[in-house]
């Protein structure tokens, strides 16, 4: 099994930063990805940026320009560096791992951003 922990939500005035950060234990031997995806009330959940091993990297347009995925391949975390933060950035934002076949999830840490 594998286990995701994610810190660094928060509540930011509009045009602040955050930084996110998704640790990953347990039985970890081959990563495909990992990535971050976030919902909003009543919203489906989306992908806002992913990472693979090789290090490409892909954002949801939303967030290009904003947003910075980076990843610690010594101590399987990942981070978000949010930067620019809009109130429609507001959210839970999960982070998923892709292991071979299997994709897991974190608890989610919420995102809030006042205009």
């Known amino acids: 099994q594998v286990q995701l922990v994610e810190s660094g939500g928060g509540l930011v005035q509009a045009g602040g930063s955050l930084r996110l950060s998704c640790a990953a234990s347990?039985?970890?031997?081959?990563?495909?990805?990992m990535g971050w995806y976030r919902q909003a009330p009543g919203k489906q959940r989306e992908l806002v940026a992913i990472?693979?091993?090789?290090?490409?990297?892909n954002y949801a347009d939303s967030v290009k320009g904003r947003f910075t995925i980076s990843r610690d391949n010594a101590k399987n975390t990942v981070y978000l560096q949010m930067n620019s933060l809009k109130p429609e950035d507001t959210a839970v934002y999960y982070c998923?791992?892709?292991?071979?076949?299997?994709?897991?999830w974190g608890q989610g840490t919420q995102v809030t951003v006042s205009s």
């Open positions: 998923r791992l892709g292991q071979t076949i299997f994709i897991y």
């Open positions: 347990g039985r970890i031997f081959s990563i495909n990805s």
């Open positions: 990472i693979t091993s090789g290090g490409n990297t």
